[in-house]
């Protein structure tokens, strides 16, 4: 099946920085890419969606400022959290479409650590 | 707006048990429904999808799910599970008209034990 890779998987970082997780698609095009964020015992919360060549959508309440976004070509996707904090800690997964509507292929995930 | 229960957030088996996962949905609309299931240190992956026809759907691996339009469920079963089957399961669903967004319920950690 397609496969999805993201970098890094683990990333620790201090307070104030920032981090950039990538999201490719290895053998397939996606000009849409879902980020979704999971708190530990809780489920996949859609973040955003990236559309190549143009903005990406944010779901209610994510702040774009801090989740910069950014879909630069048919198979990369990028998350930047800027100045990160503790509370930014979580695990991040990307996603791209399948070929039915809901169905996704996702990514192994990167877990942030913000100290 | 669209949300998904799991009623079991752990479940232990051992081998050749039946397995019954619950998922109910909540959306006034026709929705997609979906099992996703996540192997220790593996991507997440598509299990089985319901979008219309037959409500009894059969997925990889010998699972298979029932869709039950009156009580809004769609619930994950094998009758016989194996030590593979290990793994955390999410249900999702999302609505057949407008944006295609996936609504996870909070998941299921399923360990078969030999």
């Known amino acids: 099946g397609a496969v999805v890779s993201q970098h890094p998987s683990r990333v620790i970082c201090k307070s104030g920085t920032s981090v950039k997780i990538e999201c490719r698609s290895l053998d397939f095009q996606a000009t849409t890419m879902f980020w979704y964020r999971q708190f530990p015992k809780q489920s996949l919360m859609l973040m955003a969606t990236?559309?190549?060549?143009?903005?990406?959508?944010?779901e209610q309440g994510v702040e774009k400022d801090k989740f910069l976004i950014n879909h630069a070509s048919l198979t990369l996707s990028t998350l930047t959290v800027t100045s990160a904090h503790p509370e930014d800690s979580s695990f991040y997964i990307c996603?791209?479409?399948?070929?039915?509507?809901?169905?996704?292929?996702f990514g192994e995930g990167s877990r942030l650590t913000v100290l | 707006a669209q949300s998904v229960s799991q009623h079991n957030h752990h479940v232990i088996l051992s081998e050749a048990a039946s397995l019954e996962l619950g998922c109910n949905y909540s959306y006034g609309g026709t929705v997609n429904l979906f099992w996703y299931v996540q192997y220790p240190g593996q991507h997440l992956q598509l299990l089985l999808k319901?979008?219309?026809?037959?409500?009894l759907v059969k997925g990889i691996k010998g699972f298979e799910a029932e869709f039950i339009k009156s009580k809004f469920s769609f619930n994950l079963r094998k009758p016989s599970v194996q030590w593979s089957d290990t793994a955390e399961y999410f249900c999702a669903v999302n609505a057949r008209t407008g944006f295609q967004k996936l609504v996870f319920g909070t998941g299921t950690r399923l360990l078969v034990s030999p």
């Open positions: 319901y979008f219309s026809g037959d409500p």
């Open positions: 996603s791209a479409p399948g070929p039915t509507p809901g169905e996704l292929f």
């Open positions: 990236s559309n190549e060549g143009s903005k990406a959508t944010y």
